[in-house]
Structures are given as C-alpha cells and as structure tokens.
C-alpha cells in the first residue's frame, strides 16, 4: 500500500511519465500506477470488506477421509456453487494454475469455502485422491448452478491434475457473474440528467458507466463491483503471490512470519468468493433475473439467499451467534446439511476458545483427524473491539450436528423477526439478554487496560497470565491479535483501575523479546509453562 507521499508522486507520475522509462514499458509502468492508485483510494474511503458466516477447508494431501466425505455430502445436498481460480505468473511463459476455490452455498447465508492446493494434492492412487475427484464429478453436473467471475476457460488449465476432464467442463454452463453483473449495473444505474437542487441539498451523482468511467466494452473487475455496491474494499494487492507454496499450515514447520504471509494469501482466495457471494445476494435481492444463453432463465433452485444487511459492528459470541441482522427466509428452506444427525463420520467442527467466534484476520484453517476450523466470518468487531482477539489455548469439540443445527437456529433465533407482531420466545428472549449481559461485561472489563504493543510471539497466552501473576497484577481477560504488520500486541484487563498507573510502570518491559531470551536463559519459561 502506497503512503501519503507516495500516492501523491504517483498521481504526478500517472500523467508525467518520467523520461527514463523506456517507450516499451511505459504502459505497464502506467497501470501499475492506476492500479496502486485505486487500492490506496479505496482503502481511504470505504470499510474493509466483511464476509457473511462461513466454514473454510484445506483440500491437499493432509485432508482426512471423514472430512472429505463429508465436503462430499454437503456438495450434493447444494445446488449453488461459486469457484474462483488463483494462478502464478512466471516470466515469459504461461500462468502456472495453483488453487481452485469452490463455495459451497448453504441455507441462511452459511457456506463451506474450500481451497483446493492443486501443487500439494495426494498421489492419484490413494482413496483422498478419488474422493476429491468425486467432489468435483458431484460439481460438474449439469443439475447444479455454477457461479464465475469470468469465463469457465479458466478452469481449463487445471485439466491437467486429472482431478476433471475436458469433456465435464463442456458439459457444464456456469453463469459468468462479471458478464451478469456489468447487465445489473446498466439496469439499475440509467443514465440520468443533473437536475439543479438548492443549496442546501447535495445532488446525487449519477452512477451510469459512462459517468463513472466505465466504457460500455470494459468488464467489470471483482474490486470495482465490490466498491460501488458493496461500498467495501476488497484488496488486490497480492495478486501476484506465490499461491503455489502451501497454505495449509499442516504442509509444512513455518515460523510465525511464513504462517502469517500465509494467512494473509488464504483470506486473499477466500475474500474472492466471499465477494461474490455478497453480490450475487444483491443481485438476487432486487430481483435481477439473469440473462443466460440456455433455453430458460435461471431461476433459483432448493433454497434462496436471503438479504444481508450490515448493523454495526458488535462483539461475536457463538452462543449468540451473530450481532449482524439477518433477515429470515420468505419461505421455509429444506436444511439437509445444518440438520444432518446421520453423519457416519466423526465429527469435525472445532469451537475455539470457549466458543468466542474469531475474526478473519485471525482465521485458522486446519484439519487434522476429526478437527476442522471454527465458524468464521461473522461481522468484525465493533470500535471498541477491532484490535481484540481471545487467544485461549484451550479448545472445545463439539458434537458436529448438534453445533451445526444450533447454529442455524442461532442465526435467526438472535434477530428480531420482520414481521412485528411476531413474538420471541422465552429462549430468544434469554439468549438475546445474555449476550446484552456478555457483551457489557467484555466492555466493563476492558475498561482499565494494559496495552504492550510488539510482544515477542512466543509467549502464549498461559505464560503471559502466569508472570502477570508473578508481578501481582489481578486481570479479567488476557487477548492477543497480529496486526498487519506481523506484529503482536497484547490487551489486559486488569482488575484494579486505581493501579493502572503502577501496573504500566511496572510493566514496561514485560513480553519483549529480550524478556523472552532473559527467561529463556533461566530455564524458567519452559519449566514453568508445563506447570
């Protein structure tokens, strides 16, 4: 991301080629510029995009056979998808394709998001490798609704990792959402004539293409729809990552900033379809009908994505679920997925840190035997809360069905209903008091506050509670969180407001890195952790 200073030059250099850029690559230089221009105003001007609840999957050679099996009933009780490709450019010569992701659309607005490593899968005589294969042989039929931002020959290249064929991709038509979308935008945004207001109101611009800069042939980038819809930013940044070395954490022993670098290229390809899920809801919410080249409309199938509509920003319980408003079904939905009780597998949902829900940024795709990641995505916190992260080492296994149907009920069950006279019941009414009642608490507590900006990483959080213990300092809560410069600060609690000032004297030097290698040194960092 560009500085003050550097997007100002930038602006100068957009116009004012410098003279020793050759003639050859003073396109190129051109938009670069464009482009870095674009990511620093829409980063000045709109939120960070925010995706609707999901549940993200690793497929590689580390995937388990129970998750893949259930990956594999999920896709056959859905009838939407949405896939996006990622690929790596090499110098002069074709982009290599690294990763497919496939959403899995569910009802409420749920989804399973998956990342297919396609440079990291299983040998193709092991059962993991048919069970992929079969995933995908479920996704292309001709009976399910297949969302792109593009043309569906971008999934040509990956052919060649046998996991598809040539023929089941012609066999497909998937709906080119960059090609919907562009139809979208021209019936909803006509062009109009400014009509001269008074004074003291301000005139809407008109948002034709033609008036906001868009020539009738251009497509529309997923960058430039999430920003005039969504009035979200989605960053583009990284682009040209190496997508192919390996996000799944459990491929191979990182360090703290290889597993950070990793992260931020996992939400990139989730962020991709989460994007386009929230369009296409959109899209669907002010009855746009797509325009496709089959003998009928498209119309929607087993279930209808309700409306999204953004609240402001709260704290995420998962025993309250979301503090987003999401609006109820017009109709009752066939659930085969939230409510399966007949999963022959083990279960596989992890809640973390005594089901507090965590935000994207601090978004942990695993899947060893029976684990697989926590329900993610719900809204970022509020203000008070942007930089706050539970980061409790302790985790809770819960019964698969059992949290999934709860979930889906929570999600519903936390918002008033649309229709007024319709009455909460007394469980509603209790779970919507004790996240009122959590949330206060929370705030209460963090209140009087100890911030350490850029601790050494390799404190957990029972070490840090053990010599805040040591130093006598009572504490409510005790959170981390990474911010995106890869570095890690620490928030406690503490319970004696009228110390605050002893307790930041006193803590000035505690959770550095010479205070890590200090006890290090002691021997008493590891002794005492295993205590």
């Known amino acids: 991301m560009l500085s003050e200073a550097e997007y100002y030059t930038a602006l100068q250099n957009v ?33 960070n995009f925010q995706p609707l609840p999901y549940i993200p999957y690793f497929v590689n050679k ?18 939407e998808f ?34 297919v490593e396609m440079w990291h899968l299983p040998r193709n005589n092991t059962t993991c490798f048919t069970l992929i294969k079969q995933l995908f042989n479920i996704i292309f039929t001709t009976k399910k609704i297949i969302y792109l931002w593009g043309l569906k020959d971008e999934l040509t290249p990956f052919v060649d990792f046998n996991l598809f064929s040539h023929d089941q991709l012609q066999s497909i038509t998937p709906i080119n959402l960059q090609h919907q979308f562009k139809l979208f935008w021209n019936e909803q945004h006509t062009h109009r004539n400014r009509i001269s207001t008074s004074d003291d109101i301000l005139e809407e611009n008109c948002l034709c293409e033609t008036c906001i800069g868009k020539k009738s042939s251009e497509p529309w980038s997923l960058q430039d729809s999430t920003a005039y819809l969504l009035k979200e930013y989605l960053p583009k940044i990284l682009t040209r990552e190496k997508f192919n070395l390996g996000l799944d954490p459990h491929l191979f022993n990182l360090d703290f900033q290889e597993r950070q670098y990793r992260q931020q290229l996992t939400n990139y390809a989730l962020n991709d379809c989460l994007s386009m899920q929230r369009i296409l ?28 509509t953004s609240d402001e920003d709260d704290d995420d319980l998962f025993s309250s679920q979301s503090t987003s408003t999401f609006s109820k079904p017009q109709e009752k939905i066939s659930n085969q997925i939230i409510s399966s009780k007949k999963l022959s597998t083990p279960s596989i949902i992890t809640l973390e840190n005594n089901l507090i829900l965590s935000t994207q940024n601090e978004l942990t795709m695993n899947h060893p035997p029976e684990l697989i990641p926590s329900l993610v995505g719900l809204q970022g916190y509020s ?96 959170n981390t969180t990474t911010t995106t410069e890869n570095t890690r600060k620490l928030f406690v609690a503490v319970r004696n407001a009228k110390l605050l000032k002893t307790y930041e004297q006193q803590t000035q030097h505690l959770f550095t890195k010479i205070h890590y290698e200090q006890l290090k040194a002691n021997r008493r960092l590891l002794r005492d952790a295993q205590h």
């Open 15 to 47: 116009h004012n080629i410098p003279s020793h850029i050759q003639v050859q690559h003073r396109q190129n230089y051109t938009k670069l510029l464009k482009k870095q221009i674009k990511e620093y105003e829409y980063n000045l001007k709109y939120d």
């Open 62 to 79: 580390t995937t388990t056979e129970p998750t893949l099996q259930q990956l594999i009933q999920a896709a056959t009780s859905s009838s």
């Open 82 to 115: 949405i896939m996006d490709t990622e690929s790596i450019n090499i110098y002069k010569r074709k982009n290599e394709p690294t990763l497919i992701q496939i959403q899995i659309i569910l009802p409420y607005n749920l989804s399973l998001v998956m990342i």
């Open 281 to 308: 809801i959109n899209m669907k919410n002010e009855k746009f009908e797509f325009k496709f080249h089959s003998k009928k409309p498209i119309k929607n199938k087993s279930f209808q994505l309700s409306q999204f």
């Open 383 to 478: 203000h008070d809360w942007k930089s706050i992260r539970t980061n409790e080492n302790n985790s809770n296994l819960l019964d698969h069905a059992n949290v999934q149907s709860e979930s889906t009920s929570n999600f519903n069950a936390q918002n008033e209903p649309k229709n007024p006279r319709e009455k909460l019941s007394a469980d509603q009414l209790r779970q919507i008091h004790n996240r009122s009642c959590t949330i206060k608490q929370r705030r209460r507590y963090y209140k009087n506050e100890l911030i350490f900006e850029n601790i050494d990483y390799r404190f957990s959080i029972k070490q840090i509670k053990m010599i805040l213990k040591e130093e006598n300092i009572p504490i409510y809560i005790v």
